[in-house]
């Protein structure tokens, strides 16, 4: 079998350096936190508390026999990881365990992003961002997120190349495991329904089969789940409808300083149209210039629905990030986005250990002043996204012209 060839090695070997890091920075207070070291020294993983309290220890089957708050293909991942600690580690299989097999299947698809981007022809500067990732530091061992960033890193390559079909497939399966790739759809659809130079019959045919390759694809994945376990299945969609938001979320952030405080049903409805209201502008605006690459819009909608969501965890700048160095144009501002994610990152969990005395006196004043920071970068990377000319290297060279043909020279 022959492996992969790379055209570098420097950014797989800068890969693995930031993967230990990453292990490190989560496995350093080992699966018994005391006090609140989890908070004070941001090693806190979704992976500890999930091993005992999510039925992963006891090997019990998700939705099934167990609660998970998470879309199908996640829970089938975490169900995975479980069995090769129960099988390997046996009954001295713990929660550290976990979270070593849990960082080295996120690693895997990390390296995955990076052998994707280069057979893409992502210029090397770019790959270099990405296996140096500070946010691959800060979440490679905090839960199940690498699973859907690397099947829409996936399907946005693929819709590069023109493989729609593939790149609906892909998302739909990005969908099953995390919502975030099912903003890509729309876009994908529109590409077709408005492509130049093609009759209407042809534009309907084409988008109403990216639909229906990425609802198949869905539904093949969630139907069994559902029909055998129709509340577990939706407990992803309930709770997610019914959490009032997070410490950094711009509607928590109203909340907590005065500015605006809504009931639950008032927060969902104005989250919602906030975000409607603004991809729709991103669109329409960014369309002149990308209509022949709708995906390009990913970006800009994605971190859209990240700033006007009422839930903004720490963790969901690993999703933002990778497509940032996809398809931005500059550089300049995703190392302000980069630098706003960890000033928040920060804030929030010395936030989470401040009320008990440990912190150091973390508020949500601090959380408000590093997501503005936050914010600000992406609010410039989405106008940017939408004014600007595409990335050099997401514009495909023109073709060379033919020779002219030789022409006899006439006897004289």
């Known amino acids: 079998m022959r492996l992969p060839r790379v055209d570098h090695p ?20 080992g699966a018994s936190w005391t006090g609140d070291e989890q908070y004070l020294t941001g090693c806190y993983s979704d992976a500890v508390p999930f091993w005992g309290l999510r039925g992963v220890a006891a090997g019990q089957l998700p939705y099934v026999e167990a609660r998970i708050e998470y879309p199908v293909l996640t829970g089938a991942l975490i169900w995975l990881e479980g069995l090769v600690v129960r099988t390997i580690g046996g009954a001295r299989g713990d929660a550290f365990d976990f979270l070593l097999v849990v960082s080295l299947v996120n690693a895997a698809l990390a390296f995955a992003v990076l052998w994707m981007m280069e057979r893409a022809g992502v210029p090397r500067g770019r790959r270099w961002w990405w296996a140096g990732a500070p946010p691959l530091v800060l979440y490679l061992g905090h839960n199940w997120d690498m699973l859907a960033v690397a099947l829409a890193v996936a399907a946005l390559l693929a819709a590069r190349r023109a493989a729609t079909r593939v790149g609906a497939a892909l998302a739909a399966i990005g969908t099953a495991a995390k919502l975030f790739p099912v903003l890509l759809l729309p876009l994908l659809g529109l590409g077709a329904l408005l492509r130049r130079r ?9 988008s109403a089969t990216l639909s229906l390759v990425a609802l198949g ?40 300083q005065g500015w605006w405080i809504t009931d639950l049903p008032t927060r969902n409805l104005w989250s919602f149209a906030a975000f409607v209201a603004g991809a729709a502008a991103i669109v329409l605006v960014g369309w ?8 390009v819009l990913f ?17 969901f700048d690993l999703w933002l ?22 000033g928040a990152y920060w ?38 996204a939408v004014r600007s000319r595409p990335a050099a290297w997401l514009i495909p060279p023109p073709a060379a012209s033919p020779p002219p043909a030789s022409r006899p020279i006439p006897a004289g």
């Open 10 to 29: 420097g950014p797989y070997a800068l890969l693995a350096l930031t993967c230990v890091l990453g292990w490190w920075f989560k496995a350093h207070c």
């Open 198 to 206: 093609a009759v209407w019959q042809a534009r309907f045919a084409a």
């Open 217 to 256: 694809t869905w539904t093949t994945i969630n139907l069994p789940v559902a029909l055998a376990a129709p509340a577990n299945w939706a407990e992803f969609y309930s709770f997610s409808q019914a959490r009032s938001g997070t410490a950094a979320s711009i509607w928590e952030i109203m909340a907590t």
């Open 288 to 295: 002149r210039r990308h209509a022949e690459r709708s995906w």
């Open 299 to 315: 970006t800009p909608v994605l971190a859209w629905f990240l700033l006007t969501n009422k839930v903004y965890s720490p963790q």
């Open 321 to 342: 990030y990778p497509f940032l160095l996809l398809t931005s144009r500059r550089l300049w501002p995703v190392a302000w986005f980069v630098a706003g994610d960890l």
């Open 347 to 384: 804030a929030e969990f010395w936030f989470f250990a401040s009320p008990g005395g440990s912190g150091p006196g973390i508020t949500q004043t601090h959380i408000a002043f590093a997501a503005a920071f936050r914010g600000a970068a992406m609010l410039w990377l989405i106008v940017d």
